[in-house]
């Protein structure tokens, strides 16, 4: 369906999909003469604001929080499609040593060596990380050298000198200019982020914001997802 140009579509969404959406929408916007507002906050955030009462046109969370917010009635059930996967790593400050962190072993080691890793609080990542060193036996160790932000790219607090290394999602820790990221977490630890997007139930710009998604599902943009450092999942 094509709609008419003009329309401002909102969209909220949480820091670890912007950096693609950062790359989609101005190609979208060209195309389409529509204009695309983002609303940001971290996903805890996001969930609880629209839970609260909050609404835009459209919105690209974990898929979790999509499936509970159409359950609701807030987001239209029908509109769900699958959008990014994203993977958990490591990055330390452009031109310092690089930890392997290649086997599990060698990620416990990078941890335990480290003078002090950073990680947010409310992001999912940051959420998995104190269950992990619990579940690899080096939380005493480890839980005194964290350095820890409510939410947002983590790995400025190491181009700002205040920790060695970020852990968060690689397409975060991309987006912070002045990493060298290390790479993705073991297979055996890594926990993967699937995110999905959907239409406020209330939305005054259905059409539109159905058109931004569609856009954003096309095959042909899978290598924006990449260069975001996500994968482009397909319904």
């Known amino acids: 369906m094509t709609t008419t140009p003009g329309t401002n579509i909102t969209l909220r969404t949480s820091n670890s999909t912007r950096p693609v959406l950062d790359l989609l929408i101005p ?6 003469g529509h204009k695309v507002t983002l609303i940001l906050d971290t996903a805890k955030n996001s969930h609880a604001r629209i839970k609260a009462g909050e609404r835009a046109d459209a919105a690209v969370l974990l ?7 159409a359950a609701m009635g807030i987001l239209d059930a029908a509109s769900r499609r699958p959008f990014a996967r994203s993977t958990i790593g490591m990055a330390v400050l452009k031109g310092a040593p690089k930890p392997d962190i290649s086997t599990v072993d060698a990620f416990k080691r990078a941890l335990l060596n480290a003078k002090s890793i950073a990680h947010t609080v409310h992001g999912p990542s940051g959420a998995y990380f104190p269950g992990l060193i619990e579940r690899l036996g080096i939380a005493a160790q480890v839980k005194p050298k964290t350095v820890t932000r409510p939410g947002g790219y983590i790995g400025v607090v ?6 060695e290394i970020a852990f968060q999602q690689i397409c975060e820790l991309l987006a912070v200019p002045g990493l060298d990221v290390l790479g993705p977490i073991p297979e055996e630890i890594q926990y993967n982020f699937d995110s999905k997007a959907a239409i406020f139930a ?3 710009n259905p059409a539109a914001a159905r058109e931004l998604l569609s856009y954003c599902a096309r095959p042909e943009n899978a290598a924006k997802f990449t260069q975001a450092g996500l994968g482009q999942l397909k319904a």
């Open 158 to 163: 190491v181009t700002a000198g205040e920790a």
């Open 202 to 204: 209330g939305s005054k």
């Open 63 to 69: 898929g979790t929080s999509i499936d509970e917010l």
């Open 27 to 32: 190609e979208f916007e060209r195309s389409a």
